[in-house]
């Protein structure tokens, strides 16, 4: 009787690992510096998260403000939430720049 009960036990874990599998996304504190169109000098800068799974990049402000972008149609191309067209102009080491038509986000991984 007592190896049925541990063999349900340890089945009933089981599923519920199973049936409760969450994918994580790969996720870190970062600096965000934005930019206006064009400009050279930045417009405001403070700490934000970054994100991002299979194509999916979500950078979240400490203000609640949280810019979701899908995967394009070209490699570094991609649409945020309101349909914007977004460029990853520059994925290097510790740095992301993210453009859209009229402003620029500057990821810094800390």
């Given amino acids: ?3 049925i009960i541990g063999i349900a036990a340890t ?3 089981a599923a519920s690992c199973a049936f ?3 994918t994580f996304a790969d996720s870190t ?25 299979q194509g999916y990049v979500d950078i979240g402000l400490t203000n609640g403000k949280t810019f ?32 859209w038509d009229e402003k620029k986000i500057v990821v810094t991984f800390q």
């Fill in 29 to 53: 504190d970062a600096t965000c510096e934005f930019y206006s169109h064009g400009d050279k000098k930045k417009d405001r800068s403070g700490p934000c998260t970054f994100s991002q799974r």
């Fill in 68 to 99: 979701n972008l899908s995967p394009g149609d070209k490699p570094d191309h991609f649409k945020d939430q309101e349909d914007h067209k977004v460029v990853r102009e520059k994925a290097s080491g510790n740095q992301q720049v993210y453009k």
């Fill in 20 to 22: 409760s599998h969450v």
């Fill in 1 to 3: 009787m007592k190896k």
């Fill in 11 to 13: 089945l009933t874990v």
